[in-house]
Structure formats: C-alpha cells, structure tokens
C-alpha cells in the first residue's frame, strides 16, 4: 500500500473508532435520560459532554487525546454543521404557523421584543464585570460585551422544536408562537453576531449592515413567492410519479435546502436560518413532510446531531471552574441569563394578557437555549472573543436551561399532547 493509501487508513480508522464512541456514549447517556424524564435530546447533549476533558478528559486525558486525535477535528465540524442544516430544515416542516399567527402577531412581537432586548441589554451591562476577571490576554472590551449580550438573548430553535415534537405538542398555538418569536430572536441576534465578528476584526459599518437586511427581505421574497410553490408542484408531481419519496427527489430537496443555506450564509446570518425558513416553506405539504421524516429524519438525529455536541463537549473543561470566583462567576452568569430571558418574557405574556400559567410555560420555552447557544458560542470561541473559562460558563448556563424546560414544559402543558396521524404511512413522531 502507498504511503499516501496509509495514512488515509489510518485517518478514517481514527474517524470510526470516534464515531462509535460517540454513538455508544450518546445511546448510553440518552437511556438514563429518559429515566430521569428528560427528553432525548437532554442526553445528546450530555454525552458530548461526558466525552470531552470534563469528564472522560479528567479521568483519562491521555486516552481521550488518542481517541479525539485533533487531525479529525475538521471532519467533525463539517458533519455537525451539515447535521445543524438538516435540522433546521425538519424543524421548520413541523410548525403549523398559519391562523394561529393570524390572531396572534401582537403577541408574538411582544413576545420576541422582550425575549431579545431586556436579556441583551442586562447582559450588556454586566459584561465589563466579567470582562474585569477574565485572565490574560482578554478580548476587546466591546466585542466582548456585544457578544456576551448577545448569548445572553438566544434562543434554541431546534432543541425547542425537538423537545415540543418529543412530548407531542408541536401543535399546539403555544409552540407556534414561541416557535415564531424565537426565530425572530434568533434571527437578530444572528445579524448581532454578525456584527460582533466585524467589530473583533475592525470591518463594521453601517453599509454592511443595510446590505444584509435588504438580502434577508429579498431572500425570503424569493423562498415564499417562487421556490415554494415551485416545490409544491415538484412534490405533487414525482409522488404521483414514483408512489412515494424517491432518492431523486430526496437529492432535488437537498440541493435546494444547501443553496438556502449558502445564501443566509453569505448574508452573515448563518446557514441553518436558510435551512429553517426553506422548511416552514414547505411545512404545509404533510405528505413530504412525514415521508422525510420516516426516511432522513432518523438518520439525522441519531448520526450527525451528536458529533455536533461531541464538538462543543471537546471545547468545554467543567475543571477550569477550580475556585470559589470562578463558580460564583457561573452562578452569576445563569442568574443574568434566567432573569433577563425569562423574566423580560413572563412581563411581555403577561403584558398581552396571556394567563399566569400560560406566560410561564411561554418564559419557559423561551428562555432554552442549549443548540443555538452552543452554536453561537463555538463562534465566539472561534473568533477570540470568548475565553475557554466564559465558554465553559455559557456552555452550563446552555445546558442548564435546557435540563429545567424539559419537566418544566411537560407539566405546565400537561393535556395540551396532540398526536398528528402520519399521512403516506410510516414515520415516528419524535423524529
């Protein structure tokens, strides 16, 4: 064999012996999980986290370095990205926005205004605090606090859908209006982080901006006015063509599904809002909704979804928190994080007279943040702007949020479960 053949073995050998640990470790943690009435994605998470130098990292780092060999660390983001897209794409098809949108836009502004302004700015304010106990060299003062506000204000789209999806409640006015102002929240702070790499790299500007803005207007012109009833007729005609969700037709999808991508992208507001809004686009086409679900669905969740948190778990040592500063610090950054997304919404549901019971679940649902926060966090920790110690910090303020809605949602809509009969046959629900 060729020296270059060689080391394409050993390479891919790598790959798989990683691959398999963190598809046993995530079947493993997700099992216990569910035990402790969390849903399966709680378990995703954790096991990514387990993994890392928090744990197997701490009790064996010189075998958590040769299993997670650093030549494998590109492969790895490429899938948990393209895991991300396909997510977003299914967790758009799953929300049915239409007249429940209709009679509650008011809400729903109300709603995402407080869930993004009162968190920004609480965490705008408390920054240079933060900023004052980071070790050196720190990141500048601004790009900082512009960032640390804007991890303060996410909201996790797909962890919020699968946790909905999860307890059957998808359906439910609750889930499309928590659904519709997290994606508005994210949407801004997308832009914000946007914002935030060009401050760090001294490349802002106010024409940059208006630019972006005009392309997300004209980019979702294009999705709803053209693309969408374009697809319908595709979808119409190759089910009655081939009797179901041929390959060919799962390939036309994803190349439409990447080039939406490729455009937010290129807009600055990541490729997974292209993925969801090419979703919602097409939601209200059940029958290709559930065959996706039945056929790509199951892939994505149990394949691609964990080497994204096995990525984010690699980055994040629960050991760097070794004094009492830095687990106050962290029980300082829950507490800024909770208060101002759960609280500025509970005032906002309530505000529009949404009942007591209801604005909590709302506050709930709102303040998750779990994926969408881990992803805007391995960008800040990419661009310098985040030390490993304020990583680790906001990775358990993710993650701690994300382990309080689960039981929190459950009991709070407890009979609101709806069950949504597969149209075409086949299909789990939960995927």
């Not at 982080?193 to 760090?200: D, E, H, R, Y």
């Not at 507001?269 to 097409?282: D, K, S």
Request: hydrophobic share 55%.
């Amino acid at each position: 064999m060729s020296p270059t053949g060689g080391r394409t073995e050993e390479f891919v050998l790598r790959l798989l012996f990683q691959l398999i640990a963190v598809l046993v470790a995530t079947r493993v943690v997700v099992v216990g999980a569910r035990r402790l009435g969390q849903t399966d994605v709680s378990g995703e998470i954790l096991a990514g986290l387990l993994l890392g130098p928090s744990l197997l990292g701490a009790i064996a780092p010189d075998f958590m370095h040769r299993l997670f060999h650093p030549s494998t660390a590109t492969v790895f983001v490429g899938i948990s990205q393209c895991g991300l897209i396909f997510l977003m794409f299914q967790i758009g098809q799953e929300f049915h926005f239409g007249a429940s949108l209709q009679a509650g836009k008011r809400r729903i502004v109300a709603v995402s205004m407080a869930g993004i302004v009162t968190p920004f700015l609480l965490g705008f304010l408390t920054a240079p605090w933060f900023w004052g106990h980071l070790p050196d060299p720190r990141p500048p003062v601004f790009a900082f606090q512009l960032f640390f506000a804007t991890a303060m204000s996410i909201t996790a789209i797909p962890i919020l859908g699968r946790i909905f999806m999860e307890l059957g409640l998808s359906n439910t006015p609750t889930a499309a209006l928590t659904i519709s102002a997290a994606a508005i929240d994210d949407v801004v702070g997308w832009l914000l982080l946007g914002v935030v790499s060009l401050v760090a790299t001294d490349q802002f500007s106010g024409e940059w901006l208006a630019w972006r803005l005009g392309g997300i207007i004209v980019f979702l012109a294009v999705v709803f006015l053209v693309v969408r009833p374009l697809l319908k007729r595709f979808f119409a005609a190759r089910f009655q063509r081939d009797g179901g969700l041929a390959p060919s037709t799962i390939g036309i999808t994803l190349i439409v599904l990447m080039s939406a991508a490729v455009v937010t992208c290129s807009l600055n507001v990541f490729a997974i809002i292209g993925a969801f809004v090419v979703g919602v686009a097409v939601h209200d086409d059940r029958r290709f909704v559930e065959e996706w679900k039945a056929r790509v669905a199951p892939l994505v969740n149990a394949f691609f979804l964990p080497t994204f948190f096995l990525y984010t778990g690699l980055r994040t040592d629960i050991g760097t928190l070794d004094d009492g500063l830095q687990v106050f610090e962290c029980v300082l950054v829950c507490v800024i994080a909770f208060a101002g997304k759960f609280g500025g919404v509970y005032v906002a549901a309530r505000a529009v007279r949404e009942s007591n019971r209801s604005a909590l679940t709302i506050a709930t649902c709102m303040n998750t943040r779990a994926l969408m926060e881990l992803v805007a966090l391995n960008i800040g920790y990419d661009l310098g702007v985040l030390p490993q110690s304020m990583f680790t910090k906001l990775v358990i303020m993710a993650l701690l949020s994300t382990f309080i809605a689960t039981p929190l949602i459950r009991w709070l809509m407890r009979g609101q479960e709806q069950v949504v009969p597969p149209v075409g046959g086949g299909g789990c629900p939960s995927c």
